[in-house]
């Protein structure tokens, strides 16, 4: 009975984690922009910023409201914001560690589940809290691939973009015009970033501040150089056409590049994740064909068999982050 029970409440966490991704990945606009574009119709419609209609909107659970504002006054949950911002969820820093909670949850549920065989012991305790130790990283492995994936994205569309401005600049636009038509023209994700660009300084923020708010959100060393020539020609003058023309001419250089070297690197990459995973591919293999003969690394003295684990892990670590580096050739 108390099997079922379990695998209940491991189904029920399941469901409320499939959920909440789903809820956050097709959400339309992010709590920023809902708030602008607010902003922006109740100026134009002669209402007033604040109305009762608005704060209807903006109502909140009680508890999310109280874990946020817990978090949002401390560095660890500016530091949250600026992850969540960098890979474009809508998420609040509150709301992002009830996802941890809820990921920690289920991993150890299922850690207990599989390895632990449902039985309450401190083996397959242990099983538990190791899973929901890890599943606690679950969450940050996972807006670390969506950050990576969207700053990929961005520095790939970096080069067409400064091709737009340089044409809008050369047909008479100005720099907050050529901007706006960057905003409209491309895709996503260049283009709703620089749409927030163009929305903060619709609202009074300078050029400046709302460049640099879009380099904490696209840590770009590409984007960086862009946002430098533009503030230098803002203070000292000059051509900023061909300076971005110039600009763009290297970025399109350094990708091809880079293009080329991870061909090259390529084999050496997935050879070193192949040899990572594959102890844990075996261990498990064995875990499943004969159980006895893995629990011995957790016979007494356990000490052994878990010095022995230990230093296998260490030795995989060490070996990837070394093929990784061989394999990280900067441009």
Known sequence: MSGAVIWVIVGMILVLVVGGVIITITSEKELVEERI?????????????????????????????????????????EGISQNLARADLKLKPGEYIGLMGLSSLLVGALSFALLGKLEVTALGLSFALAGAVGGLFVPRILVGQLQKKRLNDFNGQLADML???????????????????????????????????????????SMEVALDNLLVRIPSED??????????QREVGGNLAEVLETISHTIRERIRIKGEIKTLTTQVT????????????????????????????????????????GCSGILIIAGTLVMNKIADIEV
């Open 37 to 77: 574009d607010r902003y922006l119709e109740a100026s134009e419609g002669g209402l007033e910023y604040g109305s009762s209609q608005m704060a209807d909107e903006d109502k909140s659970s009680a508890f999310s409201d109280w874990l946020n504002g817990m978090v949002e006054t401390t560095d660890f949950g």
């Open 270 to 309: 997935a050879s070193g994740r192949l040899l990572s995973l594959m102890p844990l591919f075996l261990i498990g293999a064995l875990y499943i064909l004969n159980r006895s003969y893995i629990m011995q690394f957790f016979e007494e003295p356990i000490i052994c068999g878990a010095s022995m684990l």
């Open 223 to 232: 984007l960086d150089l862009v946002i430098t020539a533009i503030n230098v």
């Open 163 to 205: 091709n737009l401005m340089v044409n809008g600049l050369r047909a008479g636009f100005s720099t907050m015009q050529a901007l706006e038509s960057v905003s409209k023209e491309l895709p996503a994700p260049i283009n709703t970033e620089f749409h927030r660009v163009v929305q903060e300084m619709q609202l009074g923020i």
